[in-house]
């Protein structure tokens, strides 16, 4: 259940955005309980869930991921002796206030390891309104994308959601590392983590090493590119930032 990025590495990083169970660790009234200091279990049995938000109504959804499918399948970029396969397994839920969940979308691409991980699939969701904006992950290069066929073209997207469950394309981010490559290094995409705003979404990618900002008009631009950090020996140097999720200040920042 662990993102991952490999630009200039060959270490995998465990970057936390995984969930295994939601338990209370977020609350809206309608899922309030009285002992605040007391964790339950509101929902089980989701497939690779990452990440999660509010709706403006209170409801709450979390991405899928997937437990990927039969092929065909592709190199896992951390460990490239192992392949991620491809299925349509991917889901955006959300959690019933009673507990439990029920998906809204379905159907949507997604890579796992044979042990289940997933590797690739919805990774966030982000509202502007009522419909739900995805994030769809990939890692490596994008260009691996057309090799596996089906809805495969949407991994390293955001997806615009509708209440019947039906989604679209809104741009494909991991294209404009492809075209841009604002960081430098070997070309990697990882979209992970996305704030929808009006008129704009900004898009964390771990493996670009970028912030990306999605117009409403679907052209991408480079937002921010962060900075290398320091080594810690006796690991080579220098540590890649590899961003994971993004959110707007009070201040607008």
Same mark, same amino acid.
């Given at each position: 259940?662990?993102?991952?990025?490999?630009?200039? =590495?060959?270490?995998?990083?465990?970057?936390?955005?995984?969930?295994?169970?939601?338990?209370?660790?977020?609350?809206?009234?309608?899922?309030?309980?009285a002992?605040?200091?007391?964790?339950? =279990?509101?929902?089980?049995?989701?497939?690779?869930?990452?990440?999660?938000?509010? !709706?403006?109504?209170?409801?709450?959804?979390?991405?899928?991921?997937?437990?990927?499918?039969?092929?065909?399948?592709?190199f896992?970029?951390?460990?490239?002796?192992?392949?991620?396969?491809?299925?349509?397994?991917?889901?955006?839920?959300?959690?019933?206030?009673?507990?439990?969940?029920?998906?809204?979308?379905?159907?949507?691409?997604?890579?796992?390891?044979? !042990?289940?991980?997933?590797?690739?699939?919805?990774?966030?969701?982000?509202?502007?309104?009522? !419909?739900?904006?995805?994030?769809?992950?990939?890692?490596?290069?994008?260009?691996?994308?057309?090799?596996?066929?089906?809805?495969?073209?949407?991994?390293?997207?955001?997806?615009?959601?509708?209440?019947?469950?039906?989604?679209?394309?809104?741009?494909?981010?991991?294209?404009?590392?492809?075209?841009?490559?604002?960081?430098?290094?070997?070309?990697?995409s990882?979209?992970?983590?996305?704030?929808a705003?009006?008129?704009?979404?900004?898009?964390?990618?771990?493996?670009?090493?970028?912030?990306?900002?999605?117009?409403?008009?679907?052209?991408?631009? =480079?937002?921010?590119?962060?900075?290398?950090?320091?080594?810690?020996?006796?690991?080579?140097?220098?540590?890649?930032?590899?961003?994971?999720?993004? =959110?707007?200040?009070?201040?607008?920042a």
């Amino acid at each position: 259940m662990q993102p991952f990025a490999t630009r200039r =590495t060959v270490m995998h990083r465990n970057m936390a955005r995984g969930y295994a169970v939601l338990a209370g660790l977020v609350l809206a009234p309608s899922l309030a309980f009285a002992d605040v200091g007391a964790a339950r =279990t509101i929902a089980s049995g989701l497939a690779n869930p990452r990440g999660l938000n509010f !709706a403006p109504n209170g409801d709450l959804y979390v991405a899928e991921s997937g437990s990927g499918g039969n092929g065909p399948c592709t190199f896992s970029p951390p460990a490239p002796q192992v392949n991620r396969c491809y299925g349509e397994t991917g889901a955006v839920s959300r959690i019933l206030p009673e507990g439990g969940f029920e998906r809204v979308i379905t159907g949507l691409p997604s890579l796992a390891l044979s !042990a289940g991980n997933a590797e690739g699939g919805p990774v966030d969701v982000s509202f502007v309104g009522t !419909a739900p904006y995805v994030t769809m992950s990939w890692g490596g290069n994008p260009d691996i994308r057309a090799t596996l066929g089906g809805l495969s073209g949407m991994f390293g997207s955001v997806l615009h959601g509708t209440p019947a469950g039906t989604f679209q394309v809104v741009t494909d981010v991991s294209q404009h590392e492809v075209e841009h490559n604002p960081a430098g290094g070997n070309i990697d995409s990882n979209p992970y983590g996305t704030v929808a705003l009006p008129g704009r979404r900004v898009v964390a990618d771990a493996g670009a090493n970028a912030l990306i900002e999605v117009l409403a008009n679907g052209r991408t631009r =480079t937002l921010a590119v962060l900075p290398f950090l320091p080594n810690v020996p006796p690991i080579p140097g220098p540590r890649e930032p590899v961003p994971t999720s993004v =959110t707007q200040g009070p201040d607008g920042a």
